[in-house]
């Protein structure tokens, strides 16, 4: 942790396995970290100390999101886990992923309703916390990251997901080199952005929503569990 204000660094903590994750709670005022260990560490930034080690399945944590109280938290074996700041002593929600392959990124609604998340095939999914089966029936997803060239479909990973703080549509990037805004609740593209000369690595709306930042680098695709998915593949789906 850097403080701006007195020049000076601060180390949190550690964990036993890379840290893929972190972010910051607002609701309890702490730190969370996501690692390849398997945990979720939450830190009190004032002590420094860490207040609770969650295990997520003894699966690596791989992206989590955080909004008001929600948390929710993806793994490699395509685990989510739905957990509540204010209380983890329990998970609230155990789900698998509605998508075949591994998950890339997952970011929880502003009204936190519920989350979308991608994954390594070029597709993304929209899902709802409500177990309500009339609440279940909004569920969907779509396919996008992919190019077509010369009766080939290219398919490529969503790397990165953020949400617009007043109008609650999404972009979305991918290892194509594209940014597309979507309207989620209309079920439809907006717009898509040209073309950068590397994949998206990652997304963020700025708090007011009148920017946009986008990072680009060139990715290791070598830890995709199927690396079919790394080449172009003729894809009827």
């Known amino acids: 942790m850097y403080d701006l204000n007195a020049s000076t660094e601060t180390v949190l903590g550690d964990h036993k396995g890379a840290i893929r994750c972190v972010e910051f709670s607002n609701?309890?005022?702490?730190?969370?970290?996501?690692?390849?260990?398997?945990?979720?560490?939450?830190?009190?930034?004032r002590v420094p100390n860490c207040v609770g080690t969650y295990n997520q399945g003894?699966?690596?944590?791989?992206?989590?999101?955080?909004?008001?109280?929600?948390?929710?938290?993806?793994?490699?074996?395509?685990?989510?886990?739905?957990w509540d700041v204010r209380n983890m002593?329990?998970?609230?929600?155990?789900?698998e992923s509605s998508l075949k392959y591994q998950t890339r990124c997952i970011r929880v609604f502003p009204n936190k309703q519920g989350y979308v998340l991608s994954s390594i095939e070029g597709r993304v999914a929209v899902e709802y916390l409500d177990s309500n089966p009339e609440v279940q029936k909004k569920k969907y997803a779509f396919k996008c990251h992919?190019?077509?060239?010369?009766?080939?479909?290219?398919?490529?990973?969503?790397?990165?997901?953020?949400?617009?703080?007043?109008?609650?549509?999404?972009?979305t990037g991918g290892s194509d080199g594209y940014v597309n805004i979507w309207d989620g609740f209309n079920k439809k593209r907006l717009c898509q952005f040209h073309r950068y000369n590397t994949a998206v690595s990652s997304l963020s709306f700025s708090h007011d929503g009148s920017a946009l930042a986008i990072a680009c680098s060139q990715l290791d695709e070598s830890q995709l569990e199927d690396p079919s998915l790394k080449t172009s593949f003729t894809s009827d789906m």
Request: aromatic share 12%.
């Open 89 to 95: 002593g329990h998970v609230n929600q155990r789900r």
């Open 146 to 171: 992919r190019i077509k060239d010369g009766g080939l479909e290219k398919i490529y990973p969503v790397n990165a997901i953020s949400f617009h703080s007043v109008y609650n549509t999404f972009a």
């Open 27 to 45: 609701e309890v005022n702490a730190v969370l970290t996501g690692s390849w260990d398997g945990t979720v560490k939450m830190w009190d930034s």
């Open 58 to 82: 003894n699966e690596r944590v791989y992206t989590m999101s955080i909004v008001g109280e929600k948390f929710v938290v993806g793994t490699s074996g395509r685990k989510i886990f739905v």
